[in-house]
């Protein structure tokens, strides 16, 4: 493939990307990323990574490692659906977790867009990853020149902010990348401490981070927690968006948010009662498509219960007293359960 051959393609798959609905894609080509495995391996080495993360370094900075057919990576970033904001003592679901599952409504775009090239006579192939997979999406996304990494750890997109979800296209074909340096966090994130002081876990603006302290990690995890974890989930049933919502990049996107809330709205908020007493069939309608699903109703059941005794609430006594000469708490409640008493 040629020079304008390149030029073409990227120009094309950018715009059929951008009418996909993508508001950000970057190129980069298939070389491993500089500079990141020290910092993966000293959050393993510090026990800071979460157990979700990969252990294998190579695999997670270098496309080759995975598909040794790749030239090229394309980076895609996918707005997050605007959804109402929770009510009063409701818990609270991130916007990551509200409508249908990201990870499978992209997976169908980046599906699509690769059905077009197809049809428009690509001469390669493709595989894709979306969240889940090993390559971390954020160094690739950085050095695409989509976006640049903020003191709240997010992927900032220049004039959009960081409520997307991310994805990477690999080719096997060389195109040219738009590798561009993106500026620096002094640069772009100046004196603000408004995420580090919105971290409900204090773990913002110190190195390495650590993962697996984040609330969002915390609020997915099947290990018992301890009582300091459990005052920092709040009511908190699924993810967190406090370093988000704190980022001045954000105030548009959250200010359109307020103005396009309607009763139809995606809700954030959910009643903690009626999802701590989900039953499988309820799990399953509310929330088995979604991004929240992918844990098991237990989790779900758990935060709600820790959310409803950070409340103070009368009816989590009620509901275990209710429970406890038929032994019907949820297994991962027990150990919570017992701490009250």
Avoid at 23 to 41: H, K, M, N, R, Y
Avoid at 217 to 233: A, D, G, H
């Amino acid at each position: 493939m040629d020079a304008d051959e390149q030029m073409q393609w990227k120009t094309n798959i950018k715009r059929w990307g951008m009418e996909l609905g993508f508001v950000s894609i970057g190129f980069t080509s298939s070389e491993p990323i500089d500079g990141l495995a020290p910092l993966l391996e000293a959050r393993i080495e510090q026990g800071l990574a979460t157990a979700f993360e990969v252990k294998g370094i190579k695999s997670r900075i270098d496309p080759k490692a995975g598909w040794q057919s790749c030239q090229t990576v394309v980076a895609l970033a996918y707005p997050l659906p605007y959804s109402s904001f929770p009510q009063e003592g409701e818990g609270v679901i991130a916007r990551s977790a509200v409508g249908e599952d990201y990870h499978h409504f992209i997976d169908q775009k980046i599906n699509h867009l690769v059905e077009i090239m197809t049809v428009n006579d690509w001469p390669g192939t493709s595989q894709w990853q979306v969240d889940t997979g090993p390559l971390v999406e954020r160094a690739f996304a950085i050095r695409a020149g989509i976006g640049w990494i903020g003191r709240n750890q997010h992927l900032i997109i220049p004039g959009y902010g960081s409520f997307v979800a991310l994805a990477l296209l690999l080719l096997d074909q060389e195109i040219e990348p738009d590798d561009r340096p993106m500026p620096s966090i002094p640069d772009q994130c100046g004196t603000c401490q408004r995420c580090v002081q919105a971290c409900p876990a204090q773990i913002l603006g110190k190195d390495p981070f650590a993962a697996r302290h984040c609330v969002s990690y915390l609020t997915q995890s099947k290990e018992v927690l301890t009582p300091e974890e459990i005052e920092r989930i709040g009511l908190r049933i699924f993810g967190c968006d406090s370093c988000q919502e704190a980022c001045p990049h954000n105030e548009k996107r959250i200010e359109q948010e307020h103005a396009s809330s309607s009763p139809s709205s995606l809700r954030r908020g959910v009643d903690l009662l009626d999802t701590l007493n989900l039953t499988k069939g309820e799990f399953q309608r509310r929330f088995k498509a979604t991004a929240a699903g992918w844990r098991g109703k237990g989790v779900l059941q758990r935060n709600a219960f820790l959310a409803i005794s950070n409340l103070q609430d009368g009816r989590c006594k009620l509901w275990l007293a209710e429970r406890e000469n038929n032994q019907s708490v949820p297994p991962i409640i027990y150990p919570y359960w017992k701490a009250l008493e």
